[in-house]
């Protein structure tokens, strides 16, 4: 695939976005904030203590209430030892209750645990049963069980292993007293932002593994595993779709970002080898396409955006913000493809944008397309001064989709790409875009597409944004641009022409008067603009009439 053409600052691809870009895309989503090694042990030493420390202190008071202290005897020794014909008989009962305890640990948890991997999905079990913790405690459990049996087994008359017993009884309290923090830990890790943080982090020891891994063998194998986080994360938000739960699907959409970022971060040091997967990662595509992303080092990402484009197609009819939040990480992964001057996974991220409006069309879902355009619009400004070839292409693909909409009487959609086209081609010209004239003639063409008579409010909506568009390079003196408008115009009468203008100037709020995912009204000026207008208007328009055309009076009856 040939590279494509760029204009590229001296110093840094950074340099092509804007502060506000940058800090944007710089900022990670962090689901669970890690804790430090004090707040970990925390968490399970002060509720231990707490519990062991009080339960000592009630036992010692009860036991203080009914000692005899007038006996020549000591209080701690009496409350604390015991002797071997009693203790034969409690070590048994230990025995039992450690066992019993055991056996409801893992019932609470396995039942638990399958009520959430059905939610979540069945790779939670994996990690559960990796977790460092719950291995240690379910040790710890077995151990202190094993460890009672031995010393019921070793006590005989004549022997009494005190040391052994005491450290029973240590062992069988702390066991105990570890149950609620070990529950609250359970819970808290069931919890869909730990349980998808685990799954990136998951997917980051994989990704670490991969770099260093030997044979073809161990690299298949963690290919697979990469895969599968992938996955597993999605199977989260289809199923949070299907269950309308609006805060674990827009954390598994952030998730999949966000573990597509953490491969890019490492994408540079792994092996050939790894960017080329075995076919059945990939069921259902041809083998020319599953080719071309093997080829082009894409297969990670390619697979993290068709399962985007499988939650898009649930969300669009019942979780519209799922659609925004698809929008939106989709430009994030566009803008970090810029900042690495990845060209393939840049043209991927274009190819699904335009899957995304594609599926909306299908669906005649307006306010999906509504929103997927602005988040478009603002990677195609930040793509401007990286690769002409390709902005021109998404220019292209915003009148197309408008004229593709307008034809299956979505109006609205025409409307909103010419709006989306005006507010580019300002973007364009502030950061000197030099194929600016040949965007400015795809933008005048989109009235030639419309029937002003069939689809009135579409084609006064493209000359309004037109309108709009002359008035800010009339006001940044791009006479030679604001001619090119002028010339367009012409078709138009000068009554039409000054309803839309006296249209522009009676909007006053910029606030639109619905709620909406821009919550701003698209023809609103703002009133230093307005100025502009009046003035290009006087000297571009009322002071040449007879450029436009003539007002047609109505026949006599």
């Not at 904030?33 to 004090?38: F, Q």
């Not at 697979?224 to 959409?253: F, P």
């Not at 703002?526 to 009322?542: A, N, S």
Request: some cysteine.
């Amino acid at each position: 695939m040939a590279k494509l053409k760029k204009i590229r600052y001296q110093k840094s691809s950074f340099d092509i976005l804007t502060p506000t870009e940058l800090s944007k895309f710089a900022e990670r989503k962090i689901l669970v904030k890690e804790e430090g090694i004090t707040q970990k042990l925390g968490g399970w030493i002060v509720p231990i203590a707490i519990l062991l420390t009080g339960t000592m202190v009630f036992f010692l008071g009860q036991m203080a209430f009914d000692f005899d202290w007038g006996r020549a005897i000591n209080f701690i020794p009496t409350a604390l030892e015991t002797n071997a014909d009693s203790m034969s008989n409690a070590t048994s009962y230990s025995v039992e209750l450690l066992a019993a305890i055991l056996g409801i640990v893992i019932t609470v948890v396995a039942i638990v645990l399958q009520l959430a991997a059905q939610r979540y999905g069945t790779r939670l079990i994996d990690l559960f049963l990796a977790d460092f913790i719950n291995r240690i405690f379910f040790f710890f459990m077995v151990g202190t069980l094993m460890y009672a049996v031995l010393i019921v087994y070793s006590l005989k008359e004549g022997f009494y292993p005190y040391l052994a017993l005491q450290v029973l009884l240590a062992l069988t309290l702390i066991e105990i007293a570890a149950l609620a923090p070990y529950f609250l830990y359970v819970f808290k890790f069931l919890t869909p932002a730990n349980l998808l943080t685990a799954l990136q982090n998951a997917n980051k020891q994989t990704l670490q593994d991969a770099i260093y891994a030997k044979d073809t063998i161990a690299l298949a194998y963690l290919q697979k595993e990469a895969g599968l986080g992938i996955e597993q994360v999605t199977d989260s938000a289809l199923s949070a779709n299907s269950q309308m739960d609006r805060n674990l699907g827009l954390m598994a959409i952030s998730q999949i970002k966000e573990m597509v970022l953490d491969y890019i971060d490492v994408k540079k040091k792994l092996a050939e080898e790894w960017f080329f997967v075995p076919e059945e990662q990939f069921v259902g595509i041809s083998s020319e396409f599953y080719s071309e992303i093997c080829e082009k080092h894409i297969w990670f990402e390619a697979k993290a955006f068709m399962d985007m484009e499988l939650i898009y197609k649930t969300a669009i009819r019942t979780m519209p913000d799922a659609v925004s939040a698809i929008a939106l990480n989709t430009r994030i992964l566009g803008m970090e493809a810029i900042r690495n001057e990845d060209d393939d996974l840049l043209d991927l991220v274009v190819q699904f944008y335009n899957t995304f409006i594609r599926l909306s069309l299908n669906e005649k879902n307006v306010r999906a397309i509504f929103n997927i355009f602005y988040q478009y619009r603002l990677l195609a400004e930040a793509i401007f001064n990286y690769d002409t070839s390709l902005s021109s292409r998404i220019f292209f693909y915003f009148g197309y989709y408008g004229e593709t909409c307008l034809q299956q009487g979505m109006f609205f959609v025409m409307y909103t790409a010419a709006y989306d086209m005006e507010a580019m081609l300002v973007a364009a010209y502030d950061k000197k875009v030099e194929n600016i004239e040949e965007l400015l003639l795809i933008f005048l063409s989109l009235e030639d597409k419309v029937d002003r008579t069939k689809d009135a409010f579409a084609f006064a909506g493209i000359r309004k944004a037109q309108i709009i568009l002359a008035t800010n390079l009339y006001s940044k003196g791009a006479n030679h641009l604001v001619e090119m408008i002028i010339k367009d115009l012409r078709v138009e009468t000068l009554e039409q022409l000054l309803i839309w203008r006296d249209a522009l100037m009676a909007v006053v709020s910029k606030k639109f008067w619905e709620v909406t995912d821009r919550g701003v009204n698209m023809e609103y000026i703002d009133p230093e603009q307005k100025e502009y207008l009046v003035k290009f208007y006087d000297q571009h328009i009322l002071a040449k009439p007879e450029l436009f055309q003539p007002t047609i009076e109505p026949e006599a009856k």
